[in-house]
T-cell receptor
Framework: NAGVMQNPRHLVRRRGQEARLRCSPM?????VYWYRQLPEEGLKFMVY????????ESGMPKERFSAEFPKEGPSILRIQQVVRGDSAAYFC????????????FGPGTRLLVL | QKEVEQNSGPLSVPEGAIASLNCTYS??????FFWYRQYSGKSPELIMF????GDKEDGRFTAQLNKASQYVSLLIRDSQPSDSATYLC???????????FGIGTKLQVIP
C-alpha cells in the first residue's frame, strides 16, 4: 500500500512565477491536508479538503494561494506570483474517512524561490 | 496565548536516560492528542496518540494526559541516539476540526 505521494520533491521558481504542488493521498483516504513549514519553524496548517470540497481553509493566505482536490486526480496546491517568503517545505497529509485525526504525511515538496 | 505550547529546546539527554517532553494546550475541547516525530529534513511520522486521562505505553514510549491541567507529555525510556529528532504535540478536538501542531521540541540524545 503506497503512502502519501507528493511531487515534485524539489521545486525552484523565480519570483513572479507560479508553483503547483501535487499530493496523492493514500489509497482509501478521502481527506487531504496541506501544511507549510518555514525554516526552523513549526508546521502551520493551511487547508483541509475532501474530494471536491474545501472543509477548512483558515490557514491559507488570502491572496495568491489556492487548493483543490478534484473528483479524479491528485490534490493541487497552487501558489501564484511566488515571492521569496514562499520558500518553505510544503507537506501534504491524508486520513481515512473513519479516522480523520490520524494523518499520514507525504515526503514534502521543498519550494525555493529565487 | 498560543494554542499549543512546547519548549523548543534543544533538550539534551544522555543515551539510556529518560527523555521527558511536555506540551500544554489551550482548547479545553481537545479530545485526542498525538505525538509526531520529525527527523531533520523529513516529514512528520505518527508515533503515539492518547485520548483518555492517564498513561498509555507503547514500547519505550509513554504518553501521559491530564485534561484538567490541559497538559500532555511524552516519556522516552532508554533513549537512543536514533531518537534525536523534533517531537510535535498535536491536540485534536474531533469531527472536522483540524489538528493543531505545536512548534515541537528538539531532542538530542548524546551517545
Amino acid at each position: 500500500n503506497a503512502g502519501v505521494m507528493q511531487n515534485p520533491r524539489h521545486l525552484v521558481r523565480r519570483r513572479g512565477q507560479e508553483a503547483r504542488l501535487r499530493c496523492s493521498p493514500m489509497k482509501g483516504h478521502s481527506h487531504v491536508y496541506w501544511y507549510r513549514q518555514l525554516p526552523e519553524e513549526g508546521l502551520k496548517f493551511m487547508v483541509y479538503l475532501q474530494k471536491e470540497n474545501i472543509i477548512d481553509e483558515s490557514g491559507m493566505p488570502k491572496e495568491r494561494f489556492s487548493a483543490e482536490f478534484p473528483k479524479e486526480g491528485p490534490s493541487i496546491l497552487r501558489i501564484q506570483q511566488v515571492v521569496r517568503g514562499d520558500s518553505a517545505a510544503y507537506f501534504c497529509a491524508s486520513s481515512p474517512l473513519d479516522s480523520q485525526e490520524t494523518q499520514y504525511f507525504g515526503p514534502g515538496t521543498r519550494l525555493l524561490v529565487l | 496565548q498560543k494554542e499549543v505550547e512546547q519548549n523548543s529546546g534543544p533538550l539534551s539527554v544522555p543515551e539510556g536516560a529518560i527523555a521527558s517532553l511536555n506540551c500544554t494546550y489551550s482548547d479545553r475541547g481537545s479530545q485526542s492528542f498525538f505525538w509526531y516525530r520529525q527527523y531533520s529534513g523529513k516529514s512528520p511520522e505518527l508515533i503515539m496518540f492518547i485520548y483518555s486521562n492517564g498513561d498509555k505505553e507503547d514500547g519505550r514510549f509513554t504518553a501521559q494526559l491530564n485534561k484538567a491541567s490541559q497538559y500532555v507529555s511524552l516519556l522516552i525510556r532508554d533513549s537512543q541516539p536514533s531518537d534525536s529528532a523534533t517531537y510535535l504535540c498535536a491536540p485534536y478536538s474531533g469531527g472536522y476540526q483540524k489538528v493543531t501542531f505545536g512548534i515541537g521540541t528538539k531532542l538530542q540524545v548524546i551517545p
